[in-house]
């Protein structure tokens, strides 16, 4: 805890200074209004755990992206391996897979409109009128696939009563640049115009020791058009156009088997540091060539149109089309030679349609009951090319590590018959059709004590498909003879075609929640909520060439969820607090897990069951000083199976955060030093808990992360007159070194492969807002 240490004398050093020139005038912590049950209220008012930023709040704490976003939020964690393969983890469930088979399990939404596939899910955060993450089942708020919470980002709006003008420019090491903008134009008094967009590039920060492109690297562009147009004081209509490419570099999966080499001389070039630099690379004509590296492009549009009725009615409507097409292109055995490299070629597209009608009648009753539609169609290529020299030597045990690895070395000790190049493909395939009909209301039985109770029933109508082929005849290590072609990491389905089958579900999800407001500046609540996962018709290749496929339906996954919260704002609200703690019980849990050939998919883990608080504060005793944080506890635990007493995966037992931001009057300005540290305890990166008992190819458990922080500073100086500031700043401050993940593809062959977190950035910037 030294880095926690160092930052608090850092910020008591700069309290004495500030408190030095400190105004005493009345000061309050910053009210946020928020939209989760589907109406305006403060958030002492909504008796569910939910944690709101602003976007002056995100900027002042440097929030660009969902993965620094979950680090002040208690409950959420969230893994970037890159924009492709996210991981989005609430109260210790994780939505990550990018099999179009699957169903999220955290949905992320912009504006009401779900984004929750993982290929499409990460995106950039600018321009936003503020997030809000609302932990616990929230199906019947916000539709079938928020099981156990919904992220939703409120994005800003086009304004016709003024025009709006600001940009940034950021600079920093590792080659980091970063521009973003945004105008708001009134066209009239009824309509307006606002664009924003942002680039963002930085190079990667784990060394190429091979030459090129570093990995890890940042290559984005992303923007936004809003179209807002108000003929009456009763309709309002929003059209909104989102765009965002990504090109960044390779990741590092990095094998700690095998140092890195050169593949030449087989002279060792690097270490086992899981930190370090890598030697990865592409071969032989991969994907025509191309790089390591992501190529990715999601679009977006959606409608927003709302409909005053009456004194007490309303009339929402929510209207949406999405798009994803992803190619990524990564080197999964994490080491020089050329044992295998993947490729993953994912696309999807959804529409959906949502109407709401919403009652107010201002006095005990508030509801809303609606319909929605939903329809997504996609598919996850994955083309894979094995070198099968390399592989006999590596399944055989008789490769040499770490020194004498090259290919003229590996190549003379195989047999001369393998092939030097096998390639083969398998892709997985999913279409839904989804239609809800949902309903929530709030009765107030006294003005203290209200009840509220939601449902929502769906139905669901599902096509999964899988095919498999082999690319350049079969392989001669598995023993393919010219009547029998066979694969070596998977078998052909017959002629190489998909097959497909079809499944129906329906179910319903509920709520019921009491709350009592013991004062105006205190409310209690406690809640129990039904959660539900759909049905999963997962697949897998045949067990012989040209066979069927293997189709597995793993039942609906289910959630009971009991909560009980308390919020309060104190001292004129000068100090806020919120906590709540929670017990989850599952049934027919679904996991995923890294299968005999290297495939993430769907497992069904039987019982599983979380216990946990939370809790975060914001104290602002003068206009100058202001203190946050927030704890999170969960002990989430698999219930039987073969995982009994397994943690999840991504979860860590205890994280917090805690930060402050100290102001001073200081040539004409004032002079803001934000400090921040987080902190998580140890976790897994699997379920299996890469305990050597529950493997057969790995006898280290060393798949694993143990407990770490990051301090974290900023440095803001902005005139008491004109519209600038200026800004330095850095992240992971004491440098830390911390993996994002382990195992991977790699770990399903006995060579786990290991993924560096991110070092010590820092940087300046410029901003200007009118």
Known sequence: ??????ILLASGAALLAGAARADDAPAQVEELIVTAQKREQKTL????????????????????EFEELSLYVPGFEVQNQSPNNPGFVMRG??????????????SVFQDGVSISKSRGSYIELFDLERVEIAK????????RGALIGAVNLVQAKADPTGWQAASKAEAGNHGYAMFEGMLNMPVSDTFAIRVAGRLKKRDGFVENLLGGE???????????????????????????????????SGTSFKSLTYAPTDPTTGAVIGDVGRNSGAALS???????????GLDRTVWGATALVDYTISDVLSLSSITAYREFDSLEIFDADGFSLPLFVFAEDAQGKQSSQELRLNYDGGARLTAFAGVSYFHEDGFQRV?????EKIYALHASGAMPKPKGLSLPTVTALAPAALKSVHRETYANYGETTAYDVFADATYKLTDQIELTGGIRYSQEDKTSGYGARLENGGSVLAGSTPALARGLFLQPTAGGVPEYKDLSDSGLTYRVVGRYAVSEQLSLYASYARGRRPKVLTVGAPTTPGGRVRFSELPAEKVDSYEAGAKSELFERRLTLEGSVYHYSYDNFQTSVLNAAGQIVAAN?????????????????????????????????????????????????HSFSLGARFMAQVAGGTLAFIPTYTWQSKIFFEANNDIPALQTNDLVQDELQESYGLANLRVTYKPATGPWQVEVFATNLLDEDYIKDAGNTGGAFGIPTFIAGEPRYYGASFSIRY
């Open 383 to 387: 083309p894979l090319q094995f070198n």
């Open 136 to 143: 616990g089942p929230q199906s019947t708020l916000y539709g």
């Open 1 to 6: 805890m030294t880095s926690l240490k160092l």
């Open 282 to 292: 592409t071969s032989d004509g991969f994907q025509g060539g191309k790089d390591l």
């Open 214 to 248: 570093d990995f890890n690297s940042t290559d984005t562009v992303a923007g936004r058009v809003v179209l807002n147009w108000r003929p009456t004081e009763k309709l309002k209509a929003d059209l909104i156009v989102n765009y965002e490419r990504d090109r960044p």
């Open 45 to 64: 008012d909504v008796p569910i755990a939910i944690t709101a930023y602003s976007r002056d709040s995100m900027d002042r704490l440097g929030i660009q």
């Open 93 to 106: 469930i994780t939505s990550d897979s990018g099999e179009a088979t699957n169903e999220p399990r955290v």
């Open 605 to 653: 883990a039987g019982e599983a069951a979380a216990t946990g608080f939370e809790g975060q504060a914001n104290f602002r005793p003068t206009t100058n000083v202001e203190v946050f944080g927030t704890y999170a506890y969960n002990h989430a635990r698999f219930g039987n199976g073969i995982f009994k007493d397994n943690s999840f995966r991504l979860s860590p037992d």
